[in-house]
Nanobody, 121 residues
Framework: ELVETGGGLVQAGGSLNLSCVGSGDAFTTYSMAWFHQAPGKEREFVGVISWMGGSVSYADSVKGRFTISRDNAKSTVYLQMTRMKPEDTAVYYC????????????????WGQGTQVTVSS
């Protein structure tokens, strides 16, 4: 099970930090990703971190503004969002995959319930 927390309302240019806690002993064997889904749009890839945290990649739209990290001792993956824009408004989901570095939704086996992030202009 994956549970996201930290969503909320933030002004454009502001920052917000999301967390995703995984249950079970296998957390360290999964590559962890963040996706977001805006109203009326497809769920889109935000970024992914490898199972040991040594490799991270991002969608072009968030590169340089968002940072993904993980703490395997706490079974937690983080998404730090800075210089936020109204177009970042979406429900944010974390997801787990046994395959490293994937940006396709179909590669992910487990999903959280999502947390709403709203950026006001």
């Amino acid at each position: 099970e994956l549970v996201e927390t930290g969503g909320g309302l933030v002004q454009a240019g502001g920052s917000l930090n999301l967390s995703c806690v995984g249950s079970g002993d296998a957390f360290t064997t999964y590559s962890m990703a963040w996706f977001h889904q805006a109203p009326g749009k497809e769920r889109e890839f935000v970024g992914v971190i490898s199972w040991m945290g040594g490799s991270v990649s991002y969608a072009d739209s968030v590169k340089g503004r968002f940072t993904i990290s993980r703490d395997n001792a706490k079974s937690t993956v983080y998404l730090q969002m800075t210089r936020m824009k109204p177009e970042d408004t979406a429900v944010y989901y974390c997801a787990a995959s046994t395959v490293d570095g994937m940006n396709q939704r179909a590669a992910y086996d487990y999903w959280g319930q999502g947390t709403q992030v709203t950026v006001s202009s």
